[in-house]
C-alpha cells in the first residue's frame, strides 16, 4: 500500500492537561537542570529522569491529572472531547533508537527477524530512531528492556505538555523549526529520512521528537471515543488495529497534531513505524 492510502486513513489524537475545568496544570520547564531519580530516592518529582538499566533509555517523569482528550473541531475519531484521568508515569524522553535496538538484537532475545531499515541508507544511523518496527516487535523490546508502550491517553497527556498545544512541540505550533515533517526547511534538513534524535526543541515536559519523524506505537487498540482503559483496548491479545500517535518524516504537519490518531496493523513493518517506550510507577 503506497503512503498515500495511508495517509488518507491517517489520524492521530490530542489532549488538554487540566487540573480542573478551564485551568492547566503546571509543567516543569525543559530548560531546567533535570534530577536524576534512582530506585529508593522517594517519590518522583516533575522533570525527574530515570536511566533504564537494561537498555539505556532516558525517562522523564510524568505526573499525573486530569485533561480533556480528543478534540470536536478535529477528525470524527477524535469526538467526543472527554474529561481523562492520568497516573503518574515515566515516559521515554527519546524515542528508541538503532543504537538501542541493535544491542537487543545482539542480544539473541528477539524472536524477530531485524528490522530492514537498520542497514538503509539514510536510516542506520545509531543515533536516528529505529523505524519499520512491528506492533510484536516493539512488545519483544519491551519485554527485554522491562518496559512498556504507552498507552494512548498517556501519550496524548503527556504530548499536551500541560500547555493545552495542539502539537506536541516546544511552542505548541508546528513547522519545520519544530519537527521533521515532510519538506525541509529551517531545522529541518531531512528531506526523505528520520532526523537523530533531538535535533528539535523538546516539548514542555521535556520530551523530544513527540511530533514527526516516526509514528510511535502505542499500546490501545484502535476504538472509539470516549477512551477507557478498562473496556478491553488495552489487552495485548487482541488481534486488531493499534493506535499509533505523532506523524512522522513523511506526512504533513495536520498528521502530528496532538489529537490526530493513526491506526495500522500489527503485522505490517513500514519506514514509518517506529516506538517510545514507558514504565509505571513501582514497576520492576
Not at 53 to 81: C, H, K, N, Y
Not at 206 to 223: I, K, P
Not at 243 to 269: D, E, K
Request: aromatic share 14%; with cysteine.
Amino acid at each position: 500500500m503506497k503512503r498515500t492510502a495511508y495517509m488518507m486513513t491517517a489520524i492521530l489524537l490530542g489532549g488538554m492537561m487540566l487540573a480542573s475545568a478551564g485551568r492547566v496544570t503546571s509543567c516543569v520547564s525543559a530548560t531546567e537542570p533535570a534530577r536524576r531519580w534512582t530506585e529508593g530516592s522517594g517519590e518522583p518529582r516533575p522533570g525527574d529522569e530515570y536511566v533504564n538499566r537494561q537498555d539505556g533509555t532516558v525517562l522523564i517523569w510524568i505526573p499525573g491529572g486530569e485533561f480533556f482528550m480528543g478534540s470536536d473541531r478535529g477528525e470524527d475519531d477524535e469526538r467526543p472531547r472527554h474529561r481523562v484521568r492520568i497516573r503518574g508515569f515515566w515516559l521515554g524522553k527519546y524515542e528508541i533508537t538503532n543504537q538501542q535496538y541493535a544491542r537487543f538484537m545482539d542480544s539473541g532475545a528477539s524472536s524477530w527477524r531485524a528490522t530492514p531499515y537498520m542497514t538503509e541508507e539514510g536510516f542506520s544511523d545509531p543515533r536516528q530512531p529505529v523505524t519499520g518496527i512491528r506492533f510484536y516487535d516493539a512488545l519483544d523490546y519491551c519485554q527485554w528492556a522491562g518496559l512498556r508502550l504507552p498507552d494512548e491517553a498517556e501519550w496524548e497527556y503527556a504530548a499536551a505538555g500541560g500547555a493545552q498545544y495542539e502539537y506536541p512541540t516546544q511552542s505548541g505550533a508546528a513547522g519545520s523549526d519544530l519537527a521533521n515533517i515532510i519538506g525541509t526547511g529551517g531545522r529541518d534538513m531531512w528531506l526523505e529520512t528520520t532526523s537523530p534524535v533531538g535535533s528539535f526543541p523538546p516539548n514542555p515536559y521535556g520530551l523530544f521528537d513527540m511530533a514527526g519523524n516516526v509514528w510511535e506505537w502505542t499500546s490501545s487498540v484502535y476504538r472509539s471515543y470516549p477512551y477507557n482503559g478498562n473496556d478491553g483496548r488495552e489487552d495485548l491479545e487482541i488481534r486488531r488495529f493499534r493506535v499509533m500517535r505523532g506523524g512522522s518524516w513523511g506526512f504533513g504537519a495536520q498528521y502530528c497534531r496532538t489529537s490526530q490518531r493513526h491506526y495500522f496493523a500489527m503485522h505490517l513493518r513500514y519506514d514509518y513505524c517506529g516506538m517510545r517506550l514507558a514504565k509505571s510507577y513501582g514497576a520492576e
